[in-house]
């Protein structure tokens, strides 16, 4: 299936339909003015209630459209004098890639790179001009120049293959429906009049879920083919090993970086913190065998390959103005990770700190998905509806997937022990029995839904028909 037009299809359903019900709210409000002036037309006065409703539609169309992307607050932008190491790596890829440089170079404070625009409304209708590259620090400080050269064409793989076009008409599409996603989550009783009066506003929330939900579900697909055709483009100029090694090695870094900021999170608490020099040095000295996610093993077993254990490198270990060692020269200008008056751990007594501390962590993270829950529903339990009807189900006030009266669902997640609530949600209106039930750790439950339409509410009644416990 050719996901990507699916995306640009509904992109343009989003566009069109956007049009049509500001024109119909643009109407109404003409013909609510003609009501009160009962000079041209002698129509019900509902309409003057249908027409402040497209009021507030189009005031909230306008607000909609006035959205201009921010960046992260941790981006800081880097120039070619500052790090002249990294932009000479840049300018290798963009060449032999047969692309222009990008418009701007950001550092994060994180286990990140992206070649990303910042989408504007005007990008619905014309390719962006300018594109922009972030990279995290983690990555600089531990990848050696083979890895990062193999992430950067990746991650520009993705922008040679117009791949960000589609990036972009999501996020835009995501944020223009931002505020009435909003508005349908809102669980408020409203008076009858109110109701009426945000009646146009109500039905173009139901367009927008209707829409975002048919572009996440393609756009899903979508991003992992983009993210197989992007590990090509890389394999091409750095070869499978180069590209094993930096997949591996990446999503270790990742898992690090995470437990470093858990560790630093723990260090504040008793009023201390670390500069960036140490808490970067300390993450050379963690295992380079944990954090291979699911996802990166998919992804090399398409390659032929598994997944390679990395052995860190302290920066020491480092020789010539490799990118890795160079970052440090940025690190030393930067003030320390927090602004409050917190006291200053040495370096090495805080990589020692995680060194002994990382079983703690790999135990906090194991607990937190040592229970397994799974959610089910039959296929066509009861008559209705004759139409398929969605919800969202929750646990913990959070979605964890899509329900479905007539298909059925069976979800899979995992979470920590404890107390835990089951429920659900849906635009159209259903009343969800919230149903609360313990966890134990390394518990495995199976929780059967059933659901009834009630006649009198107008709405399907969805609740938890039984619970078991599953022998593991």
């Known amino acids: 299936m050719d996901y990507r037009k699916k995306v640009r299809c509904n992109v343009r359903l989003y566009i069109a339909g956007s049009v049509i019900f500001a024109a119909v709210a643009l109407m109404s409000v003409v013909l609510g003015v003609m009501v009160l002036d009962k000079v041209h037309f002698d129509l019900p006065t509902v309409w003057i209630i249908f027409s402040v409703g497209g009021v507030l539609l189009l005031c909230e169309m306008y607000k909609a459209l006035r959205f201009k992307a921010g960046l992260p607050e941790d981006f800081t932008p880097v120039y070619r004098h ?9 300018d290798e890829v963009c060449g032999r890639l047969s692309l222009s440089p990008v418009s701007r170079v950001y550092l994060s404070n994180g286990a990140e790179a992206a070649v990303f625009v910042q989408p504007a409304l005007a990008n619905l209708f014309r390719r962006p001009q300018q594109r922009n590259l972030v990279i995290g620090l983690a990555f600089l400080t531990q990848l050696d120049d083979d890895e990062l050269r193999a992430v950067l064409y990746h991650e520009f793989g993705h922008y040679a293959q117009d791949e960000i076009i589609d990036t972009s008409y999501v996020y835009i599409v995501g944020q223009l429906s931002q505020s009435f996603l909003a508005i349908r989550s809102s669980e408020e009783k409203v ?34 083919q983009m993210e197989y055709a992007a590990d090509d483009v890389a394999i091409r100029y750095v070869g499978t090993e180069v590209l094993r090694r930096a997949l591996s090695h990446a999503s270790a870094v990742r898992y690090n970086y995470d437990f470093a900021q858990w560790g630093l999170a723990c260090l504040r608490k008793c ?14 000295q963690l295992p380079g065998d944990v ?79 040592s229970v397994l829950v799974e959610v089910h529903l039959g296929r066509r339990r009861h008559r209705l509806p004759y139409a398929e009807g969605k919800y969202a189900v929750l646990l913990d006030g959070r979605k964890v997937g899509m329900g479905n009266f007539i298909k059925g669902y069976t979800l899979r997640l995992r979470t920590s022990p404890g107390r835990r609530v089951l429920s659900a949600y849906a635009f159209g209106g259903i009343l969800a029995v919230p149903f609360e039930f313990d966890t134990v750790q390394g518990g495995h439950y199976r929780i059967e839904m ?16 039984s619970m078991d416990a599953v022998d593991r």
């Open 82 to 90: 500052e790090f002249p190491e990294l932009f000479a790596l840049l």
């Open 191 to 224: 008076s009858m009049w109110k109701m009426q009066t945000r009646s146009q506003l109500m039905l173009f929330s139901y367009f927008s879920l209707w829409i975002c939900e048919r572009i996440d579900s393609a756009y899903s697909a979508l991003s992992q």
């Open 271 to 284: 009023g201390l913190t670390v500069s960036w020099r140490g808490l970067y040095q300390a993450l050379s």
């Open 291 to 369: 954090g291979i996610t699911p996802d990166v093993r998919r992804r090399l077993g398409r390659l032929g390959v598994e997944a390679q254990h990395i052995r860190s490198v302290s920066v020491s270990d480092t020789g010539g103005d490799t990118v890795r060692t160079a970052v440090f020269r940025i690190l030393d200008d930067m003030p320390l990770p927090c602004e409050e008056d917190f006291g200053l751990c040495p370096d090495d007594e805080f990589a020692a700190w995680l060194q002994e501390g990382i079983d703690t962590y790999k135990k906090m993270r194991e607990t937190a998905r």
């Open 450 to 465: 059933d659901y009834k339409y009630v006649f009198r509410a107008t709405a399907y009644k969805v609740f938890v028909e």
